[in-house]
């Protein structure tokens, strides 16, 4: 079996706060292989941006592992990490383009910034050629590389975004909500743009993101966070025709057009992720499958046919073993 790309294995992230421990992202353990776009979905709140920023090293676990290629790179400080070797090998495109970039450099120095500061000696003719490579695989004019970010419109920005991203040739590509600050006219594009470069340049995406309708479009597999913990991950087509978890079938009957007699309304409010009680279920308290069980033995995240979730009363139980 071929060894994954990155790999997550028991990640924490907690923080101190004046009632206790906030548990943001709890045991989390996942894989991605190389060329696979993995999707990360859930409700806003649910760990995924803390997860983002831990897993490019933003800030530091409190435990756990982060491994590329079987090599940690989680025991790296992340104030050491900005300028690691490793730090080419994941690299990030932010969910507000406008944000992510310095309003006081022009495109070219924005898209050129990361090969300056991470990828060796370089003439400067070599960085030009670099930069032109990427504008020209991002399909960004020539022209507006000379100009500042107010200059040009959102999905010129965006794709600055990912030149600067993919000119370090990085083996994983962390996508945070991508497209969700762009006209929907604008985003179809540079979805088709990022699959397109995901197989030219080979690389591996987290795809981050809250709608599950672009998810679909982009990646193989999903993960489902709720409250900092993975409760369900499969391929893309198994979550999307086949859930195993209730609050993936929840998540599923939002999208619209599903129509609002499908639509699973959740009662209750989400547990407190401050020291959560490591023997009840996450979800117990909104779940309408809840029973005495979940609120006694936290179910463990099984994997059955490849398809795993975390839940007494798996929704593809009977599919499964039929």
Avoid: W
Wanted: net charge neutral.
């Amino acid at each position: 079996m071929t060894a994954p790309l990155l790999e997550l294995e028991n990640l924490e992230k907690i923080y101190p706060t004046g009632s206790g421990q906030l548990h943001a992202v709890d045991g989390v353990s996942l894989t991605i292989a190389r060329g696979e776009s993995l999707g990360l979905v859930g409700e806003s709140g649910c760990g995924k941006s803390t997860l983002v920023r831990v897993l490019s090293r933003l800030i530091d676990p409190t435990a756990g592992a982060i491994r590329i290629d079987g090599q940690s790179i989680g025991d790296i400080p992340a104030r050491r990490f900005g300028t690691h070797t490793e730090r080419k090998r994941i690299q990030v495109v932010f969910q507000d383009p406008t944000d992510s970039l310095n309003p006081q450099f022009r495109i070219f120095d924005s898209i050129a910034d990361p090969l300056r500061r991470l990828g060796g000696k370089k003439t400067r003719a070599e960085v030009s050629e670099a930069v032109q490579e990427a504008a020209r695989i991002t399909r960004l004019p020539p022209e507006l590389l000379s100009r500042y970010p107010h200059q040009l419109s959102g999905g010129q920005k965006a794709r600055v975004g990912i030149a600067r991203a993919i000119i370090l040739r990085p083996e994983l590509l962390i996508l945070d909500e991508p497209t969700s600050a762009l006209d929907v006219s604008v985003q179809v594009v540079i979805l088709q743009l990022l699959g397109e470069l995901r197989e030219t340049l080979g690389m591996s995406y987290l795809f981050v993101s809250h709608d599950l309708n672009v998810v679909k479009l982009v990646c193989d597999r999903v993960a489902v966070m709720y409250l900092g913990k993975i409760i369900e991950c499969a391929p893309v087509k198994e979550i999307f025709e086949r859930p195993a978890h209730p609050y993936t079938k929840a998540l599923l009957s939002a999208i619209p057009g599903a129509g609002e007699a499908a639509r699973i309304r959740l009662d209750g409010e989400p547990r407190s992720p401050i020291d959560p009680d490591p023997n009840v279920c996450r979800f117990y308290g909104r779940c309408p499958m809840g029973q005495d069980i979940c609120a006694r033995k936290a179910p463990p995240l099984s994997d059955l046919g490849g398809h795993a979730a975390a839940c007494h009363f798996r929704l593809d139980q009977e599919e499964v073993s039929a």
